[in-house]
């Protein structure tokens, strides 16, 4: 881990009511030296957008099983560019099939995370994205 903690925001957008997976991954990532902001359930791309905003975080992970994440990634996507946000990753955990993938990618979303992936991997991914040098171009 990096000398200052990544802040991150771990979001449950839309109507999803199921967060056990959100908080075993905001567990995790605490435990691992991150500084977790969880919003709860069923919030707006507004209010996540917002929070992050607010929380000046660099990753927000939304958590989605609800089948919306086509609609709803891309409106924080969004949000989060029209608020100068561009350089916050945004992960994305939950059921995705594999067809929606590459144009979750083609949005901007730096990694997507399906059932049974191990916390380990999740946690190494975030510090990557963040770490990581920008591209030069």
């Keep these: 881990m990096p000398d200052t903690k990544i802040r991150v925001l771990v979001a449950k957008p839309g109507l999803d009511g199921h ?47 609800s089948g919306a994440h086509m609609t709803l990634v891309p409106r924080i996507m969004e949000l989060l560019k029209k608020q100068g946000q561009e350089s916050v990753k945004v992960m994305v955990g939950g059921i995705i099939p594999d067809v929606d993938r590459p144009k979750l990618v083609e949005l901007g979303v730096a990694g997507i995370f399906g059932p049974g992936t191990s916390t380990t991997e999740v946690i190494g991914h975030f510090e990557r994205a963040v770490t990581a040098a920008p591209a030069e171009g």
């Design 19 to 65: 967060d056990r997976g959100a908080k075993v991954i905001a567990r995790a990532l605490r435990d691992a030296g991150f500084e977790v902001i969880y919003t709860g359930l069923r919030q707006t791309p507004e209010m996540i957008a917002e929070a992050a905003l607010q929380e000046d975080v660099q990753i927000v992970g939304l958590s989605v099983l």
